[in-house]
């Protein structure tokens, strides 16, 4: 994956200031789409997704806490490490290529917990499951390829299926 220090730290700040705007706390950040992997355009927008977690005490509540936090207008989503979890169980393949693809883990502060989240995904790691859930997403792919009006969105289309 193709990460320049600009979008790294574009990435990470976004990512802490919306832990810091709900009150919990960052754990890492992840890059994807277009421009973490070479076919982006001028105007393609940065993916950005993040793993956050809340203090122990939070979880203790009979109130449904919200699992994602999204920016309002940029492409930047985390996901409360309860759901992160719920979806490596299930060999989710978008958690897998991220817990894989993190920039930076060397000196990062949660090191270890990366470390410990892959050797966790390794044991729970489903291939069957993931190829099932790649397929139906390469699947939806080329459906958006069949409606897409302009070239560069059918391009990007069959590149992500590509992908997957």
Known sequence: MNVNEEMLRFAIDNAKALCEEHGVNFLFVSTGGSRAYGYN????DQD???VFYRNPL???TISELPTTIKHPTLDIKGYDISKYLGIMAKSGWNVMEMLYTIPGTSGNQHENIIQDLRLLASKCFCPEKTAHAMAGGATTCFERFDKAQDTRERVKQLLSAARL
């Open 58 to 60: 939070d979880y203790f």
């Open 41 to 44: 355009e001028k105007d393609s």
């Open 48 to 50: 950005v997704t993040f």
